[in-house]
């Protein structure tokens, strides 16, 4: 199994600011997400977390406003920039291929509220 | 039509009940998983299938790969079971996993 810890694990936001969050896995995977849980919702996959390249973006989604990094295979940074109340969500990263398996591990979740 | 279903939407039971929580896709998969999420928001990986049947103690999953469904049982449930469990597919075309609108089962004691 994996061991995904993200941080912060909670924020309150002012409207404007941008907020990074940290995703580190405790051993390498070949595929990292993000995604979006709104109240109430299920979840939206952001975008696919690629090593040495930029993120591949679902639609709705842009690089502006969500810059991704991810220098090597066990971390990746998900940014939220100049937020607005509308992205308070829960932010989760998710790994598959560990070891070249296929179960999709989940982190604890970044709640975001923005003000 | 979403291209994975779950039925019920919402579940209620009394405690020592079995459960049944029903997946259907209607897309060719390379996998199905099932996801529980507790209220303080953490996704746990409970399985994955790609064919027969799984169990882990109380839980036990099965698909049916000609009739593109699966299910999700739970034996003697207790309050603890709470939760929204969560049906997802890799399916065959891609490296994304589609996810069902999920069950919220609520075990009352």
């Known amino acids: 199994s994996a061991v995904i810890s993200q941080k912060p694990s909670r924020d309150i936001c002012q409207r404007g600011t941008s907020l990074t969050i940290q995703c580190q896995v405790d051993s390498q995977v070949t595929m990292m997400f993000w995604y979006r849980q709104q109240p109430g919702q299920s979840l939206t996959l952001i975008a696919t977390a690629n090593q040495g390249s930029e993120a591949t973006y679902e639609s709705g989604f842009v690089i502006d406003k969500f810059p991704i990094s991810r220098p090597n295979l066990t971390f990746s940074t998900l940014t939220v920039s100049n937020m607005s109340p509308e992205d308070s969500s829960i932010y989760l990263c998710?790994?598959?291929?560990?070891?070249?398996?296929?179960?999709?591990?989940f982190g604890p979740g970044t709640r975001l509220l923005v003000l | 039509k979403n291209e994975v279903e779950q039925s019920p939407q919402n579940l209620t039971a009394q405690e020592g009940e079995f459960i049944t929580i029903n997946c259907s896709y209607s897309?060719?998969?390379?996998?199905l998983h099932w996801l529980q999420q507790h209220p303080g928001g953490g996704i746990v990986s409970l399985f994955m299938?790609?064919?027969g049947k799984k169990k882990h103690g109380r839980l036990i999953a099965t698909i049916n790969i000609q009739e593109k469904h699966s299910s999700l049982h739970i034996t003697a449930s207790h309050p603890r079971d709470s939760a929204v469990y969560i049906c997802a597919v890799t399916p065959g075309y891609g490296n994304k996993l589609v996810f069902g609108a999920g069950t919220i089962l609520r075990v009352k004691s």
């Open positions: 998710s790994v598959r291929g560990l070891a070249g398996g296929e179960t999709q591990y």
């Open positions: 897309v060719g998969i390379s996998a």
């Open positions: 299938l790609s064919s």
